[in-house]
């Protein structure tokens, strides 16, 4: 984990985590995927947010891309959403769409999941792609060149129950943090010539 003081998290390893409850869990989070993104201008970038809005631990996905398309996301292209969701029904036709639409995208994948105990309540971001449904033994196609998740609860035993029996609060302080954390990472993304060279002397209010 990174020292607060530090604006931009360094790529030395192939994950971050941090908790919902965490005083600077925005500007960690949104550095943490930056440090992910291509340097290079050629390749779009396409989040995609992956969940239901039948389930509440399983709407942390469409939450979060519900409020990036709000707050129009710069550069960013957005799948899934409250009233668009992207699941198990649809998801392989999305992605047809997404190829079919962007050339050689990098994806960014957002789902919720299921963990251990001392795990609810994180944030994580990783590399390489997140498995869709595996925390309710469902089998569908990896997604996403980088994933972030939030562990909204506990795994082990009728997880399609846990997810439905999730507590909202819980996703929306997940939702509101991820989704702030990408936009201000899409924002250092657009200016990424001059906020590599000087660091901003105040944070953005999001």
């Given at each position: ?20 409850e ?51 996301c ?50 994580t ?57 990408i ?17 901003p ?6």
């Amino acid at each position: 984990m990174m020292n607060y003081g530090q604006l931009f998290h360094k790529k030395n390893s192939d994950s971050f985590r941090i908790h919902v409850e965490e005083p600077l869990r925005v500007q960690q989070l949104a550095s943490a995927v930056f440090s992910f993104l291509p340097a290079s201008e050629d390749r779009s970038i396409v989040i995609v947010c992956i969940g239901s809005d039948r389930s509440t631990g399983d709407s942390l996905g469409p939450l979060i891309g519900t409020k990036l398309l709000e707050r129009q996301c710069p550069l960013f292209s957005i799948y899934g959403s409250l009233s668009s969701p992207v699941h198990a029904k649809n998801l392989e036709e999305t992605m047809i769409t997404i190829k079919t639409l962007h050339d050689n995208p990098y994806i960014i994948a957002v789902d919720a999941c299921l963990g251990r105990t001392t795990s609810v309540g994180y944030m994580t971001v990783a590399d390489g792609p997140v498995k869709p449904g595996a925390a309710v033994q469902k089998s569908l196609q990896p997604v996403g060149d980088i994933h972030m998740t939030g562990i909204v609860n506990v795994s082990g035993y009728m997880e399609m129950l846990v997810l439905q029996n999730t507590r909202l609060s819980l996703v929306m302080d997940m939702a509101e943090s991820m989704s702030r954390a990408i936009w201000r990472a899409a924002f250092w993304q657009k200016k990424r010539a001059t906020t590599l060279a000087v660091a901003p002397q105040k944070e953005i209010n999001l």
